[in-house]
Structures are given as structure tokens and as C-alpha cells.
């Protein structure tokens, strides 16, 4: 049964009654996201012990994650400011946008280094700027409004793709236009991408439809098959924002950490797929140094450039070895793939 992933209050300033009623008119309208989040306009590095002390705020307030997103950073000069926010707050999201590929895998080396591979699921970098979308970390506030995402996969028809689409997304279309009538606030729309979270595994849902291994022949036509079908709601009167196209994050796709544990796919194969969906290397994690992480990044950065999209990419650096299982947070134990 289709759920609400994630829905996000759109704030360019934070108010608490606002949060509030925000908080309240989900309960009172039934609708029972799986998280409640909050998303900030860009800010500076010297504001982000703001952001980390309002996170928790309001996490006191019933929003589970708030995302800050960067605009140019300086990021060797900021990163005592940006480490020391993650660590005082574990429901703080920061994006940064890729300008230097070397700087971002210094970076992440260090937030390994420092907090451990877990607040690495938590910092992203983008390939343009971040988007309006409830998908964390690589989002913003452009105006205030709610949007939200979806967790879908078990009720999609595979042999009607745009009907079981077009019917999922229609049904929340209108809870989500009816609650923020209710809250005075603009909705900003559905981000329509399909995501995984454990067994409802996108990769899976791309073999159900290829009728092939994923990777094998077929998986570039089948994920274009899934994108159309996305790119098809824009005509059916629905509100959208964001990426919306196929997901594919390594450590919350049961999937592909299967394949990944067995060395059959690669960041390789992954930064490939960016030439027909928003994969990226997202949530992968991989056993990797400073120079193989800003290869992936440079690789991806091609990819990205040429399709004329915006990508986000998080990558979760271990000193672990490949095929070794560490434990990450709240995603539990997840297999490293090589290089």
C-alpha cells in the first residue's frame, strides 16, 4: 500500500506556529507521513550553528529532519563549522553544491574520519543547484509551501505502468492540495520519483519489467519505460516538483546490496545510469580513498553535464573492505562494494 515518504514544510524563515499547525493539520487530517521534515533557503557557513540548534528545536516540535543547503563554500575553511553542526545535531541535513570534486572528497574523508560513516547519509552534494523536493539532502526553499514524496513500489502495475502511476499520485495530489488549503500555505508539489526502502526495491521493480538481471540488457530501456511514465503526470492535472524520475539509493535497496555484496554491480554502473535516471551514487557505500572518491564524483559530473540534469550524489566512505558488512544508522547493515 502506497504511504507517504516524506512531506516538507518550506519555510525562507522559520515559524513555530506555523510548524505547529503544520504538525497538528497532519494528525487532524489523517495523512501519516513516514517522516516530517523541514527545508531551509540557502544559507552561509556561518549560519550553520543556527540551522543545527533550529533542527533540534524542532525535532522537539514533531519535524523529524531539516535539511540547510549551501550555496559556494569554501569548503576546507569551513569544515570545523560544518563537522561541529552534524555532530550537535544527528537530524541536520547540509548540501553543498559540487564545484570542486577534490574538495568534496576531502570532505566526506573527514566526516568519516570524525563522526563516523553514518553523518555521511546525511551531507550531499549537488550537480546544479539544489531543487524544491522532499528528498534529503539535496533540496532547498525557493518559497514557502509543503511538498512530499511517496513510497509506492508494492502498488505499482508493471504491465500498466502510466494507470497505476497516474492513480497513485492523483490520491495524494489532493490530500496534499486539500491540507495546505487547510494551512494557508502554497503546495508545492509531489516529487513523483520512485524510491526504494529495503524490499521495495526499485531495482527489483526494474527486473519485474525487463525480465533480466539488473544491469544486464534491458535495464537502460526499462528505467526509461518507469521515467516516461513519470514525465506522463505533468498532463494529468497533478503537481509536481523536484527530480522525479527512478531512484536507485544502494543502501536502501535490498536489491541492490544483494548485488553490490556479490560484486556484481559497481559506482561504475551506477554513475552510467545517470544517463537515463537521477541515480547518481547516492547512498553508496564504498571502500574507497580521497582520489577514488573525486574520480566517481568527476565521472559523475560527465554523465550529469552532457544529459543537462541535476543530480545529487552522496557517497558513504568506510575504511572496511569490499563485501564487508558495517552498520549505518538508522539504514542498519549494508554491504561495502569496491571501486
Given at each position: ?98 564545484h570542486r570534486a577534490e574538495d568534496a572528497a ?66 495524494y495530489n489532493k490530500l496534499l492540495n486539500d ?55 505533468k498532463n494529468k492535472n497533478i503537481r509536481l ?99
Amino acid at each position: 500500500m502506497t504511504t507517504i515518504r516524506a512531506i516538507s514544510l518550506h519555510l525562507n524563515k522559520p515559524d513555530f506556529r506555523l510548524i505547529e499547525r503544520f504538525v497538528e493539520g497532519l494528525k487532524e487530517s489523517g495523512i501519516s507521513p513516514w517522516t516530517k521534515r523541514f527545508v531551509l533557503p540557502w544559507g552561509e557557513i556561518e549560519d550553520l550553528q543556527r540551522a543545527a540548534r533550529l533542527s533540534l528545536d524542532l525535532k522537539e516540535n514533531g519535524i523529524d529532519f531539516t535539511a540547510f543547503p549551501l550555496r559556494k563554500v569554501n569548503i576546507k575553511r569551513g569544515s570545523e563549522e560544518l563537522i561541529k553542526a552534524m555532530n550537535d545535531s544527528d537530524s541536520l541535513f547540509i548540501s553543498l553544491i559540487l564545484h570542486r570534486a577534490e574538495d568534496a572528497a576531502w570532505l566526506l574523508k573527514k566526516v568519516q574520519k570524525d563522526l563516523g560513516e553514518a553523518a555521511c547519509t546525511r551531507i550531499g552534494f549537488s550537480i546544479g543547484s539544489q531543487l524544491e523536493t522532499s528528498y534529503f539532502p539535496v533540496t532547498r526553499c525557493v518559497r514557502n509551501g509543503i511538498s512530499a514524496s511517496l513510497r509506492m513500489i508494492p502498488e505499482i502495475d508493471v504491465t500498466d505502468l502510466d494507470k497505476s502511476l497516474e492513480k497513485i499520485v492523483q490520491r495524494y495530489n489532493k490530500l496534499l492540495n486539500d491540507l495546505s488549503k487547510a494551512l494557508g500555505v502554497p503546495f508545492i508539489g509531489i516529487d513523483a520519483s520512485i524510491s526504494p526502502w529495503m524490499e521495495e526495491s526499485s531495482a527489483a521493480l526494474v527486473e519485474r519489467i525487463s525480465g533480466r538481471n539488473f544491469m544486464s540488457v534491458g535495464t537502460l530501456g526499462a528505467i526509461d519505460k518507469i521515467n516516461k511514465a513519470i514525465k506522463k503526470l505533468k498532463n494529468k492535472n497533478i503537481r509536481l516538483t523536484g527530480f522525479n524520475e527512478l531512484m536507485l539509493p544502494y543502501a536502501e535497496d535490498s536489491r541492490l546490496m544483494e548485488l553490490g555484496s556479490k560484486g556484481m554491480i559497481s559506482p561504475e554502473d551506477l554513475i552510467s545510469l545517470i544517463s537515463v535516471c537521477v541515480a547518481g551514487l547516492d547512498m553508496v557505500v564504498v571502500s574507497a580513498n580521497e582520489h577514488d572518491i573525486k574520480e566517481m564524483m568527476e565521472d559523475s559530473v560527465s554523465v550529469a553535464l552532457r544529459r543537462r540534469k541535476k543530480i545529487g550524489i552522496r557517497i558513504v566512505p568506510t575504511d572496511a573492505n569490499p563485501g564487508d558488512i558495517i552498520k549505518l544508522g538508522r539504514f542498519g547493515h549494508v554491504p561495502v562494494m569496491g571501486t
